[in-house]
């Protein structure tokens, strides 16, 4: 909250954008280090740091990197096909609309990203009845909110790329049929935030593997050949 006030007095009094993104990065490395300052504080004396590592109880590790991995691949292969295939003005306008969207599906996710540990929580304890309901109330507010603030993004998108991009003609920023795209994959997205809650917290990584595997290569072969065909539009296809 600090850290976004003084942004907004930064960006409000005329700063340069090198000094906001200072103060950005500033705020991350004062957390981490308030972080291990407490943690010293509080536990300092009780653990020990030098035994040995004992990956073998982590049995999951190697599940859990592949399907980061192609979630990495999923969110960040369309900027590179861009990139590669239809030159740097078509990126401008990708960043631009990428941007808006990226920000929406961190707002809507900071809610089930934290609730993982509950979650997992009660898969361990058995309660199946509590876990149907904790999951349909999830599920519940996740609609909401992704209609809630989808709906807006819908009626304002085009307004915020025209004002943000005032004065600059290097690209045709002005994309409908590209903001639609964009609208319809982060709905689909986001409605499966609630199943990926569940997934993550009872730790069922290998099963779901593969299907992250094949949805990786799928994006990457269809993003190919969508921008070959239709151009910025194909990548989001």
């Known amino acids: 909250v600090v850290?976004?006030?003084?942004?907004?007095?930064?960006?409000?009094?005329?700063?340069?954008?090198?000094?906001?993104?200072?103060?950005?990065?500033?705020?991350?490395?004062?957390q981490a280090a308030?972080?291990?300052?407490?943690?010293?504080?509080?536990?300092?004396g009780r653990f020990q740091f030098n035994l040995p590592v004992r990956t073998k109880i982590i049995t999951?590790?190697?599940?859990?990197?592949?399907?980061?991995?192609?979630?990495?691949?999923?969110?960040?292969?369309?900027?590179?096909?861009?990139?590669?295939?239809?030159?740097?003005?078509e990126v401008s306008v990708y960043v631009i609309y990428n941007m808006v969207f990226r920000s929406l599906q961190s707002l809507v996710k900071m809610i089930p990203r934290n609730l993982n540990a509950a979650f997992g929580e009660i898969?361990?304890?058995?309660?199946r009845d509590r876990l149907r309901q904790s999951y349909v109330e999830l599920e519940h507010l996740i609609f909401y909110l992704t209609g809630w603030f989808y709906t807006s993004a819908g009626i304002l998108l085009l307004s915020f790329v025209r004002t943000y991009t005032h004065g600059v003609t290097d690209a045709?920023?002005?994309?409908?049929?590209?903001?639609?795209?964009?609208?319809?994959?982060?709905?689909i997205r986001q409605l499966q935030a609630p199943i990926s809650t569940v997934v993550i917290a009872a730790g069922k990584y290998s099963e779901i593997r593969n299907n992250s595997i094949q949805v990786a290569v799928l994006c990457v072969g269809l993003g190919v050949a969508g921008a070959f065909i239709w151009g910025l539009e194909g990548v989001l296809l």
């Open 60 to 89: 999951q590790r190697w599940n859990a990197f592949v399907n980061e991995l192609s979630f990495l691949i999923q969110m960040n292969s369309p900027v590179i096909i861009v990139t590669f295939m239809l030159g740097l003005a």
């Open 3 to 30: 850290s976004l006030g003084v942004m907004v007095w930064a960006i409000l009094y005329g700063c340069d954008v090198l000094i906001i993104a200072v103060i950005s990065a500033g705020s991350v490395l004062l």
């Open 34 to 44: 308030l972080l291990h300052f407490d943690f010293q504080r509080t536990y300092g």
């Open 172 to 187: 045709n920023y002005i994309r409908p049929a590209l903001g639609t795209l964009f609208l319809f994959t982060g709905v």
């Open 123 to 127: 898969i361990a304890l058995g309660q």
